[in-house]
Protein backbone atom coordinates (compact mmCIF):
# COMPACT_ATOMS: atom_id res chain seq x y z
CA UNK A 1 0.00 0.00 0.00
CA UNK A 2 1.00 3.54 -0.22
CA UNK A 3 2.11 4.53 3.24
CA UNK A 4 1.95 8.34 2.40
CA UNK A 5 -1.37 8.66 1.51
CA UNK A 6 -1.91 7.75 4.80
CA UNK A 7 -0.37 10.47 6.39
CA UNK A 8 -1.65 12.96 4.10
CA UNK A 9 -4.91 12.02 4.72
CA UNK A 10 -4.77 11.74 8.70
CA UNK A 11 -2.68 15.42 8.11
CA UNK A 12 -5.57 16.53 5.67
CA UNK A 13 -8.43 15.56 7.66
CA UNK A 14 -7.74 14.90 11.47
CA UNK A 15 -6.08 18.54 12.07
CA UNK A 16 -7.22 21.56 12.36
CA UNK A 17 -5.84 23.60 9.75
CA UNK A 18 -6.22 21.76 6.33
CA UNK A 19 -2.77 21.08 4.27
CA UNK A 20 -4.52 21.86 0.50
CA UNK A 21 -6.99 25.04 0.01
CA UNK A 22 -10.55 23.68 -0.24
CA UNK A 23 -10.98 23.21 -4.40
CA UNK A 24 -13.86 25.42 -4.96
CA UNK A 25 -11.65 28.65 -4.05
CA UNK A 26 -8.06 27.18 -5.52
CA UNK A 27 -9.00 28.16 -8.97
CA UNK A 28 -10.00 31.82 -8.15
CA UNK A 29 -6.90 32.25 -5.36
CA UNK A 30 -4.24 30.77 -8.24
CA UNK A 31 -5.83 33.50 -10.40
CA UNK A 32 -5.76 36.19 -7.74
CA UNK A 33 -2.47 35.56 -6.30
CA UNK A 34 -0.39 34.60 -9.32
CA UNK A 35 2.31 37.30 -8.64
CA UNK A 36 2.76 34.75 -5.14
CA UNK A 37 4.16 31.83 -7.01
CA UNK A 38 7.16 30.81 -8.15
CA UNK A 39 8.39 30.25 -11.33
CA UNK A 40 9.99 27.67 -10.28
CA UNK A 41 11.17 25.66 -7.42
CA UNK A 42 13.34 26.29 -4.93
CA UNK A 43 15.67 23.48 -3.73
CA UNK A 44 18.56 24.13 -1.14
CA UNK A 45 20.57 23.26 2.04
CA UNK A 46 21.01 25.68 4.97
CA UNK A 47 23.30 25.45 7.73
CA UNK A 48 24.04 27.32 11.06
CA UNK A 49 25.79 26.44 14.41
CA UNK A 50 23.99 24.71 17.08
CA UNK A 51 25.49 23.70 20.22
CA UNK A 52 28.92 24.44 19.25
CA UNK A 53 27.89 21.35 15.92
CA UNK A 54 27.10 22.89 12.01
CA UNK A 55 23.79 21.80 11.49
CA UNK A 56 22.21 21.81 8.10
CA UNK A 57 18.85 21.08 6.66
CA UNK A 58 16.86 20.55 3.53
CA UNK A 59 14.46 23.18 1.96
CA UNK A 60 12.18 22.50 -0.94
CA UNK A 61 9.37 25.02 -2.07
CA UNK A 62 7.56 23.89 -5.05
CA UNK A 63 6.04 26.32 -7.79
CA UNK A 64 2.70 25.57 -6.38
CA UNK A 65 3.27 27.29 -2.74
CA UNK A 66 1.27 30.11 -2.04
CA UNK A 67 4.01 32.54 -1.11
CA UNK A 68 1.67 34.13 1.16
CA UNK A 69 1.11 31.70 3.61
CA UNK A 70 1.85 28.25 2.62
CA UNK A 71 1.45 24.94 4.91
CA UNK A 72 5.13 23.41 6.27
CA UNK A 73 6.25 19.87 6.61
CA UNK A 74 9.18 18.63 8.70
CA UNK A 75 10.32 15.25 7.85
CA UNK A 76 12.77 13.18 10.36
CA UNK A 77 14.99 10.28 9.13
CA UNK A 78 15.91 7.57 11.13
CA UNK A 79 18.99 6.52 12.66
CA UNK A 80 21.79 5.68 10.69
CA UNK A 81 19.87 7.80 7.56
CA UNK A 82 20.81 11.26 5.80
CA UNK A 83 17.94 13.70 5.18
CA UNK A 84 18.47 12.48 1.48
CA UNK A 85 17.49 9.27 2.45
CA UNK A 86 14.94 10.09 4.34
CA UNK A 87 13.50 12.29 1.35
CA UNK A 88 14.13 9.54 -1.18
CA UNK A 89 11.66 7.24 0.82
CA UNK A 90 9.07 9.03 1.97
CA UNK A 91 8.88 11.11 -1.68
CA UNK A 92 7.11 14.18 0.33
CA UNK A 93 8.77 16.47 -2.44
CA UNK A 94 6.27 15.15 -4.50
CA UNK A 95 3.38 15.23 -1.28
CA UNK A 96 4.27 18.92 -1.00
CA UNK A 97 3.84 20.20 -4.66
CA UNK A 98 1.05 18.22 -5.14
CA UNK A 99 -0.71 20.30 -2.00
CA UNK A 100 1.44 23.77 -2.27
CA UNK A 101 3.61 22.79 0.91
CA UNK A 102 7.12 23.66 1.61
CA UNK A 103 8.59 20.32 3.17
CA UNK A 104 11.51 20.27 4.96
CA UNK A 105 14.37 17.33 6.10
CA UNK A 106 16.70 18.47 8.62
CA UNK A 107 19.90 16.14 9.70
CA UNK A 108 20.46 14.68 12.46
CA UNK A 109 24.12 14.56 14.20
CA UNK A 110 25.67 11.35 12.90
CA UNK A 111 23.05 10.37 11.09
CA UNK A 112 20.69 10.35 14.52
CA UNK A 113 18.66 12.15 16.95
CA UNK A 114 18.15 12.49 20.47
CA UNK A 115 14.40 11.41 21.12
CA UNK A 116 14.69 10.15 24.67
CA UNK A 117 16.24 6.91 25.84
CA UNK A 118 16.87 5.08 22.67
CA UNK A 119 19.96 4.27 20.48
CA UNK A 120 21.80 7.40 18.63
CA UNK A 121 25.06 9.15 19.43
CA UNK A 122 22.88 12.47 19.50
CA UNK A 123 21.30 10.55 22.23
CA UNK A 124 24.60 9.51 24.12
CA UNK A 125 25.60 13.03 23.95
CA UNK A 126 22.47 14.33 25.01
CA UNK A 127 22.04 17.00 22.20
CA UNK A 128 19.36 19.07 22.32
CA UNK A 129 17.41 18.16 18.94
CA UNK A 130 13.96 19.54 19.48
CA UNK A 131 15.43 22.92 20.12
CA UNK A 132 17.53 22.48 17.21
CA UNK A 133 14.03 21.92 15.07
CA UNK A 134 12.36 24.85 16.84
CA UNK A 135 15.42 27.04 15.75
CA UNK A 136 14.95 25.51 12.44
CA UNK A 137 10.95 26.36 12.17
CA UNK A 138 11.51 29.78 13.07
CA UNK A 139 14.07 30.24 10.53
CA UNK A 140 12.21 29.07 7.68
CA UNK A 141 8.93 31.05 9.05
CA UNK A 142 12.03 34.19 8.90
CA UNK A 143 12.91 33.04 5.20
CA UNK A 144 8.94 32.34 3.94
CA UNK A 145 5.74 33.34 4.79
CA UNK A 146 4.40 30.35 6.53
CA UNK A 147 0.59 29.54 7.70
CA UNK A 148 1.69 28.99 11.15
CA UNK A 149 -1.84 27.59 12.11
CA UNK A 150 -0.74 24.43 9.35
CA UNK A 151 2.95 23.26 10.57
CA UNK A 152 2.82 19.28 10.09
CA UNK A 153 5.70 16.80 11.52
CA UNK A 154 6.24 13.17 10.12
CA UNK A 155 9.52 10.84 10.23
CA UNK A 156 10.37 7.63 10.53
CA UNK A 157 11.52 5.45 13.38
CA UNK A 158 14.50 7.46 15.09
CA UNK A 159 13.33 10.19 13.02
CA UNK A 160 9.16 9.37 14.57
CA UNK A 161 10.44 8.86 17.98
CA UNK A 162 11.83 12.88 17.86
CA UNK A 163 8.45 14.03 15.65
CA UNK A 164 6.74 12.67 18.67
CA UNK A 165 9.07 13.85 21.40
CA UNK A 166 8.45 17.52 19.41
CA UNK A 167 4.70 17.22 19.36
CA UNK A 168 4.99 16.62 23.35
CA UNK A 169 7.10 19.20 24.08
CA UNK A 170 6.06 22.12 21.79
CA UNK A 171 1.82 21.17 21.49
CA UNK A 172 1.87 24.53 20.67
CA UNK A 173 3.25 24.95 17.53
CA UNK A 174 2.46 22.20 15.42
CA UNK A 175 -0.68 21.33 13.69
CA UNK A 176 -0.54 17.43 13.53
CA UNK A 177 1.40 14.87 13.20
CA UNK A 178 1.58 11.25 11.72
CA UNK A 179 4.61 8.94 11.70
CA UNK A 180 6.20 5.67 11.60
CA UNK A 181 7.28 2.50 13.58
CA UNK A 182 8.26 4.34 16.99
CA UNK A 183 6.83 5.21 19.92
CA UNK A 184 7.29 8.57 22.12
CA UNK A 185 10.60 7.79 24.20
CA UNK A 186 9.72 10.88 27.22
CA UNK A 187 7.15 11.07 30.37
CA UNK A 188 3.93 13.43 28.91
CA UNK A 189 4.60 17.39 29.63
CA UNK A 190 2.55 19.55 31.62
CA UNK A 191 2.31 21.95 29.14
CA UNK A 192 1.26 19.46 26.20
CA UNK A 193 -2.19 20.53 24.37
CA UNK A 194 -3.76 18.13 22.62
CA UNK A 195 -2.89 17.85 18.60
CA UNK A 196 -4.28 14.99 16.50
CA UNK A 197 -1.58 12.57 16.66
CA UNK A 198 -1.25 8.94 14.32
CA UNK A 199 1.61 5.92 14.25
CA UNK A 200 2.10 3.76 11.82
CA UNK A 201 3.57 0.33 12.21
CA UNK A 202 4.22 -2.71 10.84
CA UNK A 203 3.34 -6.30 12.03
CA UNK A 204 6.23 -8.00 11.39
CA UNK A 205 8.44 -4.94 12.51
CA UNK A 206 11.82 -6.77 14.20
CA UNK A 207 14.13 -3.61 14.94
CA UNK A 208 11.45 -1.92 16.74
CA UNK A 209 8.60 -4.54 17.85
CA UNK A 210 5.26 -3.71 17.41
CA UNK A 211 4.69 -5.99 20.94
CA UNK A 212 7.50 -3.81 22.97
CA UNK A 213 10.68 -1.73 22.36
CA UNK A 214 12.66 -5.05 23.15
CA UNK A 215 15.92 -3.45 21.46
CA UNK A 216 15.82 -1.82 24.16
CA UNK A 217 15.65 -4.61 27.04
CA UNK A 218 16.03 -4.93 30.08
CA UNK A 219 15.10 -1.45 30.10
CA UNK A 220 11.52 -1.69 31.93
CA UNK A 221 10.35 1.21 30.13
CA UNK A 222 11.15 -0.34 26.79
CA UNK A 223 9.84 -3.24 28.12
CA UNK A 224 6.44 -2.36 28.80
CA UNK A 225 6.07 0.23 25.94
CA UNK A 226 4.79 -1.27 22.38
CA UNK A 227 2.49 0.21 19.72
CA UNK A 228 -0.65 -0.25 21.44
CA UNK A 229 0.57 1.12 24.97
CA UNK A 230 1.83 4.06 22.75
CA UNK A 231 -1.83 4.41 21.43
CA UNK A 232 -3.52 4.56 25.02
CA UNK A 233 -0.42 7.34 25.94
CA UNK A 234 -1.54 9.74 23.12
CA UNK A 235 -4.86 8.95 23.91
CA UNK A 236 -4.72 9.46 27.67
CA UNK A 237 -2.70 12.70 27.08
CA UNK A 238 -5.23 13.86 24.51
CA UNK A 239 -8.26 12.99 27.48
CA UNK A 240 -9.74 11.21 24.63
CA UNK A 241 -13.48 9.16 25.76
CA UNK A 242 -13.35 5.77 26.41
CA UNK A 243 -10.74 3.15 27.14
CA UNK A 244 -10.71 1.36 23.53
CA UNK A 245 -10.69 2.69 20.51
CA UNK A 246 -14.34 3.73 19.04
CA UNK A 247 -13.20 3.29 15.70
CA UNK A 248 -11.91 0.18 13.89
CA UNK A 249 -11.49 0.45 9.97
CA UNK A 250 -10.41 -3.34 9.08
CA UNK A 251 -8.90 -3.64 5.37
CA UNK A 252 -7.26 -6.29 3.66
CA UNK A 253 -3.66 -4.74 4.14
CA UNK A 254 -4.11 -2.83 7.04
CA UNK A 255 -6.73 -1.40 10.48
CA UNK A 256 -6.53 1.81 11.81
CA UNK A 257 -7.63 1.96 15.50
CA UNK A 258 -8.99 5.73 16.17
CA UNK A 259 -9.99 7.37 19.32
CA UNK A 260 -12.47 9.93 17.97
CA UNK A 261 -13.81 11.69 20.82
CA UNK A 262 -10.75 13.71 22.27
CA UNK A 263 -10.18 17.42 23.70
CA UNK A 264 -9.72 19.85 21.38
CA UNK A 265 -11.53 17.83 18.58
CA UNK A 266 -8.83 15.66 17.87
CA UNK A 267 -7.81 12.14 16.97
CA UNK A 268 -5.55 9.58 18.22
CA UNK A 269 -4.95 6.60 15.73
CA UNK A 270 -2.71 3.55 15.34
CA UNK A 271 -2.81 2.12 11.76
CA UNK A 272 -1.07 -1.36 11.84
CA UNK A 273 -0.06 -2.57 8.74
CA UNK A 274 -0.15 -6.57 8.66
CA UNK A 275 2.73 -7.24 6.02
CA UNK A 276 5.06 -4.51 6.65
CA UNK A 277 8.78 -4.70 8.73
CA UNK A 278 10.54 -1.59 10.09
CA UNK A 279 10.31 0.07 6.64
CA UNK A 280 6.74 1.13 5.80
CA UNK A 281 7.27 2.91 2.47
CA UNK A 282 6.72 1.97 -0.80
CA UNK A 283 10.34 2.99 -1.75
CA UNK A 284 13.55 0.61 -0.21
CA UNK A 285 16.39 0.97 1.72
CA UNK A 286 19.46 -0.20 0.62
CA UNK A 287 22.03 0.72 4.10
CA UNK A 288 25.08 -0.31 2.03
CA UNK A 289 23.94 2.39 -0.61
Not at 125 to 136: A, K, P, R, S
Not at 219 to 245: F, S
Request: proline share 4%; with cysteine.
Amino acid sequence: MEIRGLVVIFLLLFSSGCLQMDDTNSLEDSDNNQDDSLSIDLDYIECMMHEDLERCWNVFVPTTANLSGAPMIIDLHGNTLTMQDQRNLSDFDDIASENGAIAVWPQGFDNSWNSGYCCSTAGELGLNDTGLIMEIVDKIITNHSIDESRIYLTGWSNGCSLTQKLANEHSDKFTAIACMSYYLLDNPKPSYSPIPIMEIHGLLDQIILYSNDAIHLPNMEAQEHGAIQNLLMWADMNGCEGLTPDSNEPSIFYSQQTFTECENSTMVSLVTLYGADHNPYENSFDPDG
